[in-house]
């Protein structure tokens, strides 16, 4: 077998090699140099709409708070001849989010005139964001004003206006009108404030709001212009008006120097007006099913107008009026009478509603007779056994029975007589006062505090002595010899009377079985 040959070395990169790769490193580099962005890479953009480009053009830089975050990668003019046109921007991540709401405004690098670039406001954190390739529309746009602009607004007229009212703001602002104006710069924050607040309320709380409001300012505005000769005599009113302002010039200084306090006076008195109004806008919602629902009341209610109005005729109510007119001043000064009156009775009422009716719910504690109810209850007990005592159609008629007899005990008195009583005396309830209680007829009785009916009872009186005790023979002689002058007394008067063939008296002890016999003893005499 042959020896195989050796093997070759590997040769180096060629020259040609190196300067392909060589001037593929350049393109590259100087593709970044320029386009400072990776190939093959997508990246968010959006559009916006303008009224007019200006000189914005590819490359233009795009914004945000004076930093650059973005770049305009195309101008399409919407046609020939049109300065409006859509604007393509590329944006950086830095740049992001922006919001629906966002606003982009066409700004110069030199005053006036120059480069322009493009100022962008991302918007409010509360919108929602925009999608990539979203569009900004040409009402959230704006562009400078250009120089030529300015100069073709400034003609001869228009300068004319502006010299005028230049003369004008300084005849104003001449003598106390500076002053003046220098006064009002303390209010002029809150009014800016107040200004801003109103400001935002005139673009409504929906969309379209204030496009519709413009809508129909039109249509005012059409309306005024189809009336010319009405416009013309506002106008010349209004021409009076002002002058009878001017001639009281003086007036109107003192009112607007007074302005101050009266909105200082105002706004506190607007404020509480503010805070009412949402519980008057709740009542207006309550009451407003009753307000659709009075027509039909209302036409249900006119019959009874009718009758009403038929009522009060001559020969109805107005005759009866008329006849009772007499009587109204004596109604009236019975009125004025009866106040004393009533004074006395609300004073009796309140006595009775405070103190008696309490009083009178009471119970009297007592040991020895236990009540049996209130106070009210026991005093009418009292008029029931008086009036069992009454009865009318037993034979003794209407008149009280008395059963007089002699005691079986005799307490001695300090009068030197003797008070005597079936049962010994266990004690006093309650017991005597040691003062009569003053009485106050200038202190009202509802005012004044019940009576206590918690007593301490007295003991029983000294000296109680059994009558079967006292009968000696001096107090039994003592006892006959009244006994005989009674019964001499008692024949006495009943010869007086002429009584003599219907009673008797009789010194004898009666017996019970002979009550039913004591008829038959009416001629007896002793």
């Known amino acids: 077998m042959s020896e195989r040959s050796p093997r070759r070395r590997r040769r180096g990169l060629g020259a040609f090699g190196a300067g392909l790769i060589s001037l593929f490193v350049i393109v590259i ?10 190939p093959f890479q997508h990246h968010f953009s959006i559009h916006a709409a303008f009224k007019t480009a200006n000189n914005i053009k590819k490359g233009s830089p795009v914004r945000i708070a004076g930093v650059n975050v973005g770049k305009v990668t195309g101008v399409h003019f919407l046609g020939h001849g049109q300065s409006a046109a859509v604007v393509d921007m590329r944006i950086d991540d830095t740049g992001l989010p922006i919001h629906t709401d966002a606003t982009l405004k066409v700004r110069p690098r030199i005053f006036l005139e120059g480069n322009f670039f493009l100022d962008l406001s991302p918007g409010s954190p509360s919108a929602p964001v925009i999608k990539d390739g979203g569009m900004v529309p040409v009402n959230q746009t704006s562009a400078p004003v250009q120089l030529d602009q300015l100069l073709s607004v400034l003609q001869t007229s228009t300068r004319t206006d502006l010299q005028t009212l230049l003369h004008e703001l300084s005849i104003g602002f001449g003598g106390e009108g500076g002053l003046g104006f220098n006064r009002s710069l303390q209010y002029q924050g809150t009014a800016n404030r107040t200004g801003a607040i ?7 709380t929906a969309q379209h709001d204030l496009s519709n409001y413009i809508k129909n300012s039109g249509a005012t505005a059409a309306a005024l212009d189809r009336s010319p000769a009405a416009l013309k005599s506002l106008i010349t009113d209004f021409n009076t008006t002002a002058r009878a302002l001017a001639v009281q010039d003086t007036n109107l200084s003192a009112a607007i120097h007074d302005l101050p306090q009266t909105l ?9 007006l503010n805070r009412a109004f949402p519980p008057l806008r709740r009542f207006i919602h309550d009451i407003r099913p009753g307000t659709r629902n009075s027509v039909p009341a209302l036409d249900a209610s006119i019959p ?3 009758q009403i109005r038929l009522l009060v005729q001559p020969a109805e109510l107005r005759g009866l009026v008329a006849d009772l007119r007499p009587t109204v001043p004596s109604l009236l000064a019975l009125n004025q009478a009866s106040v004393p009156l009533f004074q006395q009775t609300r004073l009796a009422s309140s006595c009775q509603n405070n103190v008696i009716l309490p009083w009178s719910n009471q119970s009297i504690p007592d040991a020895q007779f236990t009540p049996q109810g209130p106070i009210y209850q026991e005093q009418l007990k009292a008029l029931v056994g008086t009036g069992g005592d009454s009865r009318e159609f037993d034979a003794n008629g209407i008149w009280f029975r008395v059963l007089i007899g002699a005691g079986n005990f005799a307490t001695p008195q300090s009068t030197g007589g003797f008070l005597l009583s079936n049962l010994p005396i266990a004690g006093a309830n309650p017991p005597p006062p040691h003062e009569k209680p003053p009485y106050r007829p200038d202190v009202p009785c509802e005012t004044q505090h019940g009576p206590n009916l918690n007593t301490i009872p007295l003991g029983p009186p000294p000296g109680q002595t059994p009558v079967n005790q006292l009968k000696t023979p001096a107090a039994q002689a003592r006892s006959a010899k009244l006994e005989t002058s009674a019964i001499n007394w008692l024949k006495g008067q009943i010869r007086q009377d002429g009584l003599s063939k219907d009673l008797g008296v009789s010194s004898q002890e009666v017996t019970p079985g002979e009550i039913p016999h004591l008829k038959s003893l009416g001629r007896l005499s002793r």
């Open 264 to 272: 200082r006076a105002g706004l506190p008195a607007l404020a509480a």
């Open 29 to 38: 580099a100087v593709y970044f140099g320029f386009t400072k962005s990776i």
């Open 198 to 204: 109103v400001s935002d309320a005139s673009l409504g």
């Open 304 to 306: 009874l107008a009718h």
